[in-house]
């Protein structure tokens, strides 16, 4: 009765827009982000957060880096009026051909170029302040979405969310959500808890190297990942799909913890160096 009562309650969480990585999960990655970037970056960002009202977004409030973390999921409660960025949130790279952004990318309409570009507008002075505001509120989201390896990778069936599977003794979700909830809460919170939690584990002289690269060389790196993530869940990641629904069982949930945190704290430092490069 009581294990009964706890999958109802985890059941209603995953139906929420505001759970896991779609908060948690973005949330630790910005404040990894700030905790490492350096000091007149921190405060330039905090300029730029002040700044916020210039976007005319009062659902949607982004005062502080967690806030600014989701606002990005936040307006696409706005309809019509962002929906012109709905594909910068992700990157259906197939697993199971070779890595090839450009011809996943039509027009730069994904989460790679969308990066690249909004650092671009964020360093550049000479854009309206209300231009650079609204660039780093996407670019720090975007950086999360990457480092979250269903946006970065797919097998035909849009990041897992086609991909049915039961997670543990919870029925009747897929993939993606999987990522985006409980497993990811489950991770981020895993001892030492919480994004300075994970951070404390990254050697300090390990971080520098960690936060190089090019954005694609993330895009190939969280793709890879995305592959490990469907091979946990059905065995063969470009095998055919089991007959009845898969579930993620307590030993894979295991193996995953470690490779979940790891791709918050990348992503934290990736963005610290990104924003270093346009605001330090």
């Not at 969310?161 to 991770?187: C, F, M, Q």
């Amino acid at each position: 009765m009581f294990r009964g009562l706890l999958s109802l309650i985890a059941l209603a969480g995953l139906a929420s827009p505001a759970a896991a990585w779609w908060e948690y999960g973005h949330e630790s990655v910005a404040t990894i982000a700030m905790a490492s970037a350096k000091p007149e970056t921190r405060r330039a960002v905090r300029q730029l957060l002040g700044r916020t009202a210039l976007l005319e977004t009062p659902t949607c409030p982004a005062r502080s880096i967690e806030q600014a973390s989701v606002w990005a999921d936040c307006i696409k409660g706005l309809k019509d009026r962002y929906s012109y960025a709905y594909n910068w949130h992700y990157q259906n790279v197939d697993i199971c051909k070779p890595f090839d952004i450009k011809s996943n990318c039509p027009d730069g309409n994904c989460l790679s170029r969308q990066i690249e570009r909004m650092t671009r507008l964020l360093k550049d002075r000479k854009q309206p302040t209300r231009v650079r505001v609204e660039a780093l509120l996407f670019l720090v989201h975007f950086v999360g979405d990457l480092h979250q390896p269903l946006h970065a990778g797919d097998h035909q069936d849009k990041g897992g969310n086609d991909l049915k599977a039961n997670y543990g003794v919870l029925p009747k979700t897929n993939l993606h959500s999987i990522w985006d909830g409980l497993l990811a809460e489950r991770a981020i919170s895993s001892p030492p808890g919480g994004p300075l939690g994970i951070l404390g584990q990254i050697p300090i002289a390990d971080r520098p190297a960690m936060a190089q690269g090019k954005v694609d060389d993330w895009s190939r790196e969280s793709w890879q990942v995305a592959h490990d993530a469907y091979a946990a869940l059905i065995g063969d990641a470009c095998g055919p799909i089991p007959a009845t629904r898969p579930t993620l069982r307590e030993e894979q949930v295991r193996t995953l913890i470690p490779m979940i945190r790891l791709q918050v704290a990348r992503g934290g430092l990736r963005l610290a160096r990104l924003l270093d490069e346009a605001l330090g």
